[in-house]
Protein backbone atom coordinates (compact mmCIF):
# COMPACT_ATOMS: atom_id res chain seq x y z
CA UNK A 1 0.00 0.00 0.00
CA UNK A 2 2.47 2.61 0.80
CA UNK A 3 4.64 1.54 -2.57
CA UNK A 4 1.25 2.40 -4.51
CA UNK A 5 0.98 5.86 -2.91
CA UNK A 6 4.55 6.29 -3.12
CA UNK A 7 4.94 6.87 0.76
CA UNK A 8 8.49 8.12 2.81
CA UNK A 9 9.90 5.50 4.67
CA UNK A 10 9.12 7.90 7.60
CA UNK A 11 5.74 6.55 7.08
CA UNK A 12 6.09 3.34 6.12
CA UNK A 13 7.95 1.95 9.04
CA UNK A 14 5.51 3.00 11.22
CA UNK A 15 2.98 1.67 8.57
CA UNK A 16 4.70 -1.31 8.90
CA UNK A 17 5.03 -1.65 12.61
CA UNK A 18 1.39 -1.09 13.37
CA UNK A 19 0.33 -3.99 11.17
CA UNK A 20 2.67 -6.08 13.71
CA UNK A 21 1.65 -4.56 16.25
CA UNK A 22 -2.29 -5.61 15.43
CA UNK A 23 -0.89 -9.30 14.26
CA UNK A 24 0.69 -9.43 17.47
CA UNK A 25 -2.42 -8.26 19.55
CA UNK A 26 -4.67 -10.64 17.59
CA UNK A 27 -6.63 -6.98 16.74
CA UNK A 28 -6.92 -8.67 12.97
CA UNK A 29 -9.73 -11.31 13.72
CA UNK A 30 -12.71 -10.17 11.74
CA UNK A 31 -11.13 -7.49 9.75
CA UNK A 32 -9.66 -7.61 6.21
CA UNK A 33 -5.73 -7.12 6.48
CA UNK A 34 -6.46 -4.82 3.88
CA UNK A 35 -8.47 -3.08 6.11
CA UNK A 36 -5.92 -2.40 8.87
CA UNK A 37 -3.08 -1.97 6.09
CA UNK A 38 -5.07 1.02 5.48
CA UNK A 39 -5.87 2.66 8.90
CA UNK A 40 -1.67 1.60 9.45
CA UNK A 41 -0.82 3.87 6.93
CA UNK A 42 -3.66 6.59 7.13
CA UNK A 43 -2.23 6.81 11.18
CA UNK A 44 1.50 7.75 10.57
CA UNK A 45 0.66 9.97 7.93
CA UNK A 46 -2.08 11.82 9.76
CA UNK A 47 0.84 11.84 12.56
CA UNK A 48 3.81 13.26 10.44
CA UNK A 49 1.53 15.71 8.72
CA UNK A 50 1.95 14.10 5.18
CA UNK A 51 -0.63 15.69 2.48
CA UNK A 52 -2.37 12.55 2.15
CA UNK A 53 -6.31 12.42 1.67
CA UNK A 54 -8.43 9.44 3.40
CA UNK A 55 -9.82 8.58 0.35
CA UNK A 56 -6.45 8.28 -1.17
CA UNK A 57 -5.70 5.56 1.08
CA UNK A 58 -8.80 3.98 0.70
CA UNK A 59 -8.61 3.87 -3.30
CA UNK A 60 -5.50 2.11 -2.91
CA UNK A 61 -6.87 -0.72 -0.57
CA UNK A 62 -9.64 -1.22 -2.30
CA UNK A 63 -11.91 -1.43 0.46
CA UNK A 64 -14.91 0.01 1.60
CA UNK A 65 -14.36 3.33 3.54
CA UNK A 66 -16.55 1.64 6.78
CA UNK A 67 -14.22 -1.22 7.37
CA UNK A 68 -11.00 1.37 7.14
CA UNK A 69 -13.02 3.36 9.75
CA UNK A 70 -13.47 0.60 11.80
CA UNK A 71 -10.02 -0.46 11.53
CA UNK A 72 -8.70 2.38 12.47
CA UNK A 73 -11.19 3.12 15.52
CA UNK A 74 -9.82 -0.40 16.53
CA UNK A 75 -6.42 1.03 16.28
CA UNK A 76 -6.66 3.96 18.20
CA UNK A 77 -8.29 2.39 20.84
CA UNK A 78 -6.32 -0.72 21.17
CA UNK A 79 -2.90 0.54 20.29
CA UNK A 80 -3.68 4.21 20.73
CA UNK A 81 -2.60 5.67 17.82
Do not use: F
Given at each position: ???A???S???RDPACQLVRSTQNEDLLRGKSIESIGAASTDGPCR???HPLLFEDVIDAAR???TRVTNAYRTLDREVEL
Open positions: MASLELDSVCNQVES
